[in-house]
């Protein structure tokens, strides 16, 4: 396998970013709406929330990227939800799906299994959310996650088939898509905290990350591991200055704001994913 | 009247609490979502906000407890607010009930004398809106409180043929209940910070954390005062540190995360309540 | 053209504020639900979301003052819109629209003119949202604003046919009303920071703000302009202290918090606007 992102893809990626910045459409719940459009804006993008059946279509069709978030659902947004998910299909805008709270929840979990005919650029989730949206029996528990995400790399493998790029969020995160030739490659970023979890919305908010960077990116497996390594190096950053899941929350959006391409690529942990070793390839 | 609560009571609470990390349901408004959830996180415990009807039961059913707060509703949610209510109470579930604005408002009146009829185990407002929920004549100026804490106290007694405890905030906190014989019993907690008020969403997400203390106290009434007291005790931690109210609310997750069984017993201010002196008894 | 509005006349408007703390009724969207009432309350003043069609109408008659803010509306909120407007217009309590999005997302541009029939007291937005509002072609890229506040003004006059007052949020605010003699005049406020684009629901907040504002102050104009002074005031002195936009937005808080009216009379850059110049006598 060869080395699959540098730092200096990272770089890249957060450059055109900052350069081009991208319009994200975001569909998410009302839990991280707000913390999710600051850190889109913190990074360096822009946001916009719109998630009615009468707007969701047209706005999917002239954004930078779209992300569709499965945490409150109801009967009007899950109809946005799918309104977005085509027109951003059909007129080739990059789209993230983060399938929250998929497994335990039935009725979501429906709509997350419609929505992958779609085809969704990249799905983000944690491991349990990750391997139940592909079948194989992950135990969610709420929003949390009660797998590790190396246990999620087969499911996330599986999911290919349905995205372009897929990732499990976790101590660390482990993403995969494949390369030219078609074949299945993988990464894994360390990094980050152990306060992310202790602040709402932080996985939902790397999602709208996500979107953005699918965006200006010159592939969804770039665009992916940069957002997840702006994501990792920020929180890193913010917990060193930080006295609790308050003080983080802030700290988090400066560093957000504060991380440039040589920090990214001096400080981002980005190795390749050998994925006969933990299962990834079938 | 017997010494009710005593700091020992209140930090085993919060070992329980961080020790089991209960999973709250909470169905809130769009004002609270966000930091009430962060408030249920930094306090220790987990939260999954879901108020679609598709869903709000079942969750309802395997949650740690459940928080019905009527601070934003429509016709939607409040149909799962009903099927919360009523699965909690089947299953055993303990939830609780936060009467946003009721009083001044018919329409979300109606819903929560509706929601009585499946008993909360707990019932939290201000003191207008607890006034106003058992029929006697509060004057509910939005969701900020126009009447004394003290006052609310034989309303609050009122409410204890709905639900196995009642409390009202403000400047010092009245909480009501029945002991094992059936007496009605009460503790006042006092501390806490001016602040408070200045902030949206710390009476709402008192509601929630109050969710995750039922889950794992061994009294209703134990429950609903570690919850009123970790709140107390983290705000006077927090206003200390704070120079308004931007900074306040980041001081206080920080010490709803600092602090533990042993802060909790030092600068816990709880005593019982004297129901005769306050027109309680009746 | 006379000397408007006078730094004395911003002092005293705040002054209003805090002594009677007037009470906002907001429909606003998800993302900034959280952040306006805190903006609000820190402000000085109080704030109650009620966005459903059972109680939207009966509360603007009772509140101080009622925004209605179409960032992410649906078809329950948007029946809540109208009714809102048309209570408050019959009531005669002043009320602001914030028409976020207008131009580029055509079904909430109808909503938007449906509003105008309500006479709004005050509508505030960016510069592209009031040049779409007023059917001059502006160019809206979600929420941010493509033009310069200064270009919008002929938009802002155009739009005094369906407002008592106009303004342009950028940079430099542009506003404008009319005086006793029915002849157009208007302000500029400066100051401000670079970091207010930079959080979300800054500009919705202000919204808010100025609903709050127009309960207590003697005009329209003068309401106006002390919500936009107090903002720019707080967000220099919250920037001066931030190291990036988490920090600011706390700041900002303290600082809206703090600032009174010596603070106010000393720091507003306010001047009279010169009609002719830019274009917006007609």
């Given at each position: 396998m060869t080395h699959t992102i540098t730092g200096d893809d990272l770089a890249a990626a957060l450059d055109a970013l900052r350069t081009q910045v991208p319009l994200v459409h975001s569909l998410t719940n009302i839990v991280s709406a707000n913390f999710l459009t600051n850190v889109v804006l913190a990074a360096g993008a822009s946001n916009a929330h719109i998630d009615n059946a009468h707007e969701a279509a047209g706005f999917a069709r002239i954004a930078g990227g779209v992300l569709v978030n499965l945490g409150t659902p109801d009967d009007g947004t899950a109809a946005a939800f799918t309104l977005a998910a085509e027109a951003a299909h059909d007129a080739g805008t990059p789209w993230v799906l983060d399938?929250?709270?998929?497994?335990?929840?039935p009725w979501r979990s429906g709509l997350a299994v419609d929505l992958l005919k779609y085809r969704p650029t990249a799905i983000r989730g944690n491991a349990s959310e990750i391997i139940a949206l592909a079948g194989l029996g992950g135990d969610t528990r709420g929003v949390d996650s009660a797998d590790d995400a190396a246990a999620a790399v087969p499911a996330a493998v599986a999911l290919l088939d349905h995205a372009d790029v897929v990732s499990a969020s976790g101590p660390v995160d482990h993403l995969v898509g494949r390369d030219a030739d078609g074949d299945v490659v993988g990464v894994r970023i360390g990094g980050g905290s152990d306060l992310l979890p202790r602040v709402t919305s932080t996985g939902c908010s790397l999602g709208g990350l996500v979107a953005a960077y699918l965006a200006v990116a010159p592939s969804p497996l770039v665009g992916l591991a940069a957002a997840h390594a702006h994501v990792a190096v920020a929180s890193e950053i913010a917990a060193a200055k930080s006295s609790g899941p308050g003080s983080f929350a802030v700290e988090y959006l400066d560093a957000l704001a504060a991380v440039d391409a040589a920090t990214l690529t001096e400080r981002a942990r980005i190795e390749s994913l050998d994925l006969a070793i933990v299962g990834g390839n079938r």
């Open positions: 399938p929250v709270g998929v497994g335990g929840l």
